[in-house]
Protein backbone atom coordinates (compact mmCIF):
# COMPACT_ATOMS: atom_id res chain seq x y z
CA UNK A 1 0.00 0.00 0.00
CA UNK A 2 0.93 3.63 -0.65
CA UNK A 3 2.42 5.72 2.27
CA UNK A 4 3.76 8.69 2.83
CA UNK A 5 7.33 8.78 4.78
CA UNK A 6 9.29 11.61 6.53
CA UNK A 7 13.05 11.64 7.41
CA UNK A 8 14.29 11.88 9.83
CA UNK A 9 12.42 10.28 12.57
CA UNK A 10 13.95 12.43 15.02
CA UNK A 11 16.04 15.18 15.12
CA UNK A 12 18.04 16.76 17.70
CA UNK A 13 19.03 20.31 17.20
CA UNK A 14 20.46 23.52 18.83
CA UNK A 15 18.33 26.61 18.98
CA UNK A 16 19.52 28.77 15.90
CA UNK A 17 20.35 25.80 13.82
CA UNK A 18 18.16 25.49 10.19
CA UNK A 19 17.08 22.23 9.84
CA UNK A 20 14.96 20.05 7.03
CA UNK A 21 12.71 18.14 7.33
CA UNK A 22 11.98 15.65 4.48
CA UNK A 23 8.58 14.20 3.16
CA UNK A 24 8.39 11.52 0.28
CA UNK A 25 4.32 12.09 -0.49
CA UNK A 26 2.57 9.13 -2.13
CA UNK A 27 3.36 9.82 -6.06
CA UNK A 28 0.16 10.10 -7.04
CA UNK A 29 -0.95 13.06 -5.06
CA UNK A 30 -1.00 16.40 -5.64
CA UNK A 31 -1.05 17.98 -2.75
CA UNK A 32 1.07 18.44 0.03
CA UNK A 33 0.86 19.80 3.87
CA UNK A 34 2.67 20.47 6.95
CA UNK A 35 0.91 20.01 10.23
CA UNK A 36 2.95 20.26 13.91
CA UNK A 37 1.79 19.03 17.39
CA UNK A 38 3.68 20.38 20.22
CA UNK A 39 4.19 17.73 23.05
CA UNK A 40 0.90 17.75 25.22
CA UNK A 41 -1.07 20.20 22.58
CA UNK A 42 -3.33 19.91 19.57
CA UNK A 43 -2.13 19.18 16.35
CA UNK A 44 -1.83 22.53 13.93
CA UNK A 45 -2.15 23.37 10.63
CA UNK A 46 1.08 24.77 9.01
CA UNK A 47 0.91 25.22 5.35
CA UNK A 48 -0.98 23.39 2.26
CA UNK A 49 0.85 23.37 -1.43
CA UNK A 50 -0.04 22.45 -4.67
CA UNK A 51 1.35 23.53 -8.03
CA UNK A 52 4.63 24.34 -6.70
CA UNK A 53 3.50 27.02 -4.78
CA UNK A 54 1.77 27.35 -1.36
CA UNK A 55 -1.62 27.60 -1.42
CA UNK A 56 -2.85 28.25 2.51
CA UNK A 57 -0.55 28.78 5.88
CA UNK A 58 -1.54 29.37 9.09
CA UNK A 59 -0.26 32.40 11.22
CA UNK A 60 2.38 29.56 12.95
CA UNK A 61 4.03 29.70 9.22
CA UNK A 62 6.51 32.77 9.18
CA UNK A 63 9.02 33.91 7.59
CA UNK A 64 11.18 31.33 9.38
CA UNK A 65 9.50 28.44 8.13
CA UNK A 66 9.51 27.67 4.42
CA UNK A 67 8.32 24.71 2.12
CA UNK A 68 10.08 23.24 -0.97
CA UNK A 69 9.62 20.47 -3.57
CA UNK A 70 13.23 20.30 -5.04
CA UNK A 71 12.25 17.23 -7.68
CA UNK A 72 9.49 15.05 -8.39
CA UNK A 73 9.30 13.19 -5.09
CA UNK A 74 10.50 14.91 -1.88
CA UNK A 75 8.48 17.39 -0.41
CA UNK A 76 10.75 19.17 2.30
CA UNK A 77 9.93 21.88 5.24
CA UNK A 78 12.84 24.07 6.42
CA UNK A 79 13.15 26.13 9.60
CA UNK A 80 16.25 28.88 9.10
CA UNK A 81 16.54 29.40 12.66
CA UNK A 82 15.12 27.40 15.17
CA UNK A 83 13.70 28.49 18.31
CA UNK A 84 13.13 26.09 21.55
CA UNK A 85 9.36 26.80 20.66
CA UNK A 86 9.75 24.95 17.54
CA UNK A 87 10.66 21.36 19.34
CA UNK A 88 7.05 19.33 18.34
CA UNK A 89 6.41 16.35 16.04
CA UNK A 90 5.39 17.61 12.36
CA UNK A 91 3.29 15.61 10.38
CA UNK A 92 3.59 15.79 6.55
CA UNK A 93 0.65 14.22 4.74
CA UNK A 94 -0.51 14.05 1.03
CA UNK A 95 -3.55 13.97 -0.99
CA UNK A 96 -4.67 13.09 -4.51
CA UNK A 97 -7.62 16.16 -4.10
CA UNK A 98 -9.21 18.57 -1.25
CA UNK A 99 -11.88 17.80 -0.14
CA UNK A 100 -14.77 19.49 -2.02
CA UNK A 101 -18.34 18.58 -2.23
CA UNK A 102 -17.96 16.69 -5.02
CA UNK A 103 -14.68 14.93 -4.67
CA UNK A 104 -13.42 12.92 -1.23
CA UNK A 105 -9.46 13.56 -1.35
CA UNK A 106 -8.22 11.69 1.60
CA UNK A 107 -5.51 12.70 3.81
CA UNK A 108 -2.70 10.18 3.93
CA UNK A 109 -0.38 11.44 6.66
CA UNK A 110 3.65 10.28 7.28
CA UNK A 111 4.62 8.77 10.93
CA UNK A 112 5.74 12.15 11.74
CA UNK A 113 9.25 13.92 12.51
CA UNK A 114 10.58 14.39 16.02
CA UNK A 115 12.14 18.12 16.27
CA UNK A 116 13.97 18.34 19.48
CA UNK A 117 15.37 22.15 19.88
CA UNK A 118 18.12 22.52 22.63
CA UNK B 1 -12.59 30.75 13.75
CA UNK B 2 -13.38 26.97 14.03
CA UNK B 3 -12.77 25.52 17.76
CA UNK B 4 -13.02 21.54 18.53
CA UNK B 5 -13.05 19.90 22.02
CA UNK B 6 -12.39 16.29 22.99
CA UNK B 7 -13.41 16.84 26.79
CA UNK B 8 -12.70 12.87 27.56
CA UNK B 9 -8.69 12.86 27.95
CA UNK B 10 -8.72 9.11 28.31
CA UNK B 11 -11.43 5.85 28.39
CA UNK B 12 -10.79 2.77 28.48
CA UNK B 13 -13.22 0.05 27.49
CA UNK B 14 -13.44 -4.02 27.81
CA UNK B 15 -12.33 -6.00 24.65
CA UNK B 16 -15.43 -6.85 22.52
CA UNK B 17 -17.53 -4.06 24.22
CA UNK B 18 -18.84 -0.67 22.66
CA UNK B 19 -17.28 2.64 23.59
CA UNK B 20 -18.14 6.47 22.80
CA UNK B 21 -15.70 9.49 21.77
CA UNK B 22 -17.09 12.30 21.97
CA UNK B 23 -16.03 15.75 20.24
CA UNK B 24 -17.99 19.04 19.84
CA UNK B 25 -16.95 21.80 17.93
CA UNK B 26 -17.84 25.43 16.98
CA UNK B 27 -18.29 26.89 13.76
CA UNK B 28 -19.79 29.49 11.54
CA UNK B 29 -19.17 27.46 8.37
CA UNK B 30 -21.76 26.36 6.10
CA UNK B 31 -19.90 23.91 4.81
CA UNK B 32 -17.63 21.95 6.75
CA UNK B 33 -16.57 18.19 7.11
CA UNK B 34 -16.00 16.25 10.38
CA UNK B 35 -13.19 13.28 10.66
CA UNK B 36 -12.30 11.27 13.30
CA UNK B 37 -8.10 10.38 12.94
CA UNK B 38 -7.09 7.34 14.82
CA UNK B 39 -2.82 7.69 15.53
CA UNK B 40 -1.31 4.45 17.14
CA UNK B 41 1.77 3.85 18.14
CA UNK B 42 3.56 4.04 14.88
CA UNK B 43 2.05 7.69 15.28
CA UNK B 44 0.83 7.47 11.99
CA UNK B 45 -2.12 9.65 11.31
CA UNK B 46 -4.72 7.41 9.93
CA UNK B 47 -8.86 8.01 8.91
CA UNK B 48 -11.18 6.35 10.89
CA UNK B 49 -14.24 7.76 9.79
CA UNK B 50 -15.22 11.38 8.51
CA UNK B 51 -19.30 12.82 7.73
CA UNK B 52 -20.30 15.45 5.49
CA UNK B 53 -22.29 18.43 7.73
CA UNK B 54 -24.85 18.44 4.55
CA UNK B 55 -25.51 15.14 5.12
CA UNK B 56 -27.82 14.07 7.65
CA UNK B 57 -27.74 10.39 7.39
CA UNK B 58 -24.68 9.29 10.54
CA UNK B 59 -21.80 7.66 8.56
CA UNK B 60 -20.20 4.37 9.33
CA UNK B 61 -17.44 2.40 8.73
CA UNK B 62 -17.69 -1.14 10.20
CA UNK B 63 -16.99 -1.00 13.58
CA UNK B 64 -17.18 2.68 13.19
CA UNK B 65 -19.95 4.71 13.15
CA UNK B 66 -20.45 8.55 14.19
CA UNK B 67 -23.37 10.32 15.92
CA UNK B 68 -23.48 13.49 14.68
CA UNK B 69 -25.66 16.21 15.98
CA UNK B 70 -25.49 19.13 14.10
CA UNK B 71 -27.79 21.46 15.70
CA UNK B 72 -26.05 20.26 19.11
CA UNK B 73 -22.52 20.42 16.87
CA UNK B 74 -21.60 17.25 18.32
CA UNK B 75 -19.79 14.76 16.53
CA UNK B 76 -18.67 11.58 18.59
CA UNK B 77 -17.37 8.23 17.10
CA UNK B 78 -18.82 5.11 18.87
CA UNK B 79 -16.42 1.73 18.42
CA UNK B 80 -18.36 -1.48 18.31
CA UNK B 81 -16.45 -4.74 19.57
CA UNK B 82 -13.75 -3.23 20.76
CA UNK B 83 -10.46 -4.86 19.27
CA UNK B 84 -6.90 -4.27 21.17
CA UNK B 85 -5.64 -2.97 17.68
CA UNK B 86 -8.23 -0.31 18.58
CA UNK B 87 -5.69 1.26 21.52
CA UNK B 88 -4.85 4.68 19.88
CA UNK B 89 -5.32 8.12 20.56
CA UNK B 90 -8.32 9.40 18.53
CA UNK B 91 -8.64 13.18 17.23
CA UNK B 92 -12.03 14.63 15.88
CA UNK B 93 -10.61 17.27 13.24
CA UNK B 94 -13.01 19.85 11.47
CA UNK B 95 -12.30 21.46 7.82
CA UNK B 96 -13.96 23.60 5.98
CA UNK B 97 -14.94 22.51 2.51
CA UNK B 98 -12.06 23.68 -0.32
CA UNK B 99 -10.16 24.36 2.29
CA UNK B 100 -7.39 22.19 1.25
CA UNK B 101 -7.36 20.45 4.65
CA UNK B 102 -6.83 23.37 6.76
CA UNK B 103 -8.04 21.00 9.86
CA UNK B 104 -8.57 21.97 13.44
CA UNK B 105 -7.52 19.41 15.83
CA UNK B 106 -9.39 18.20 18.97
CA UNK B 107 -6.94 17.37 21.74
CA UNK B 108 -7.21 13.77 21.71
CA UNK B 109 -8.52 10.95 23.44
CA UNK B 110 -6.24 7.89 24.44
CA UNK B 111 -8.34 5.09 23.91
CA UNK B 112 -7.53 1.76 26.45
CA UNK B 113 -8.43 -1.20 26.06
CA UNK B 114 -8.37 -3.88 28.27
CA UNK B 115 -8.48 -7.71 27.32
Known amino acids: EPEVTQTPSHQVTQMGQEVILRCVPI?????FYWYRQILGQKVEFLVS????????KSEIFDDQFSVERPDGSNFTLKIRSTKLEDSAMYFC????????????????FGEGSRLTVL | AQTVTQSQPEMSVQEAETVTLSCTYD???????LFWYKQPPSRQMILVIR????KQQNATENRFSVNFQKAAKSFSLKISDSQLGDAAMYFC????????????WGAGTKLIIKP
Open chain 2, 93 to 104: AAGKVDSNYQLI
Open chain 2, 27 to 33: TSESDYY
Open chain 2, 51 to 54: QEAY
Open chain 1, 27 to 31: SNHLY
Open chain 1, 49 to 56: FYNNEISE
Open chain 1, 93 to 108: ASSEAIHTVTNTGELF
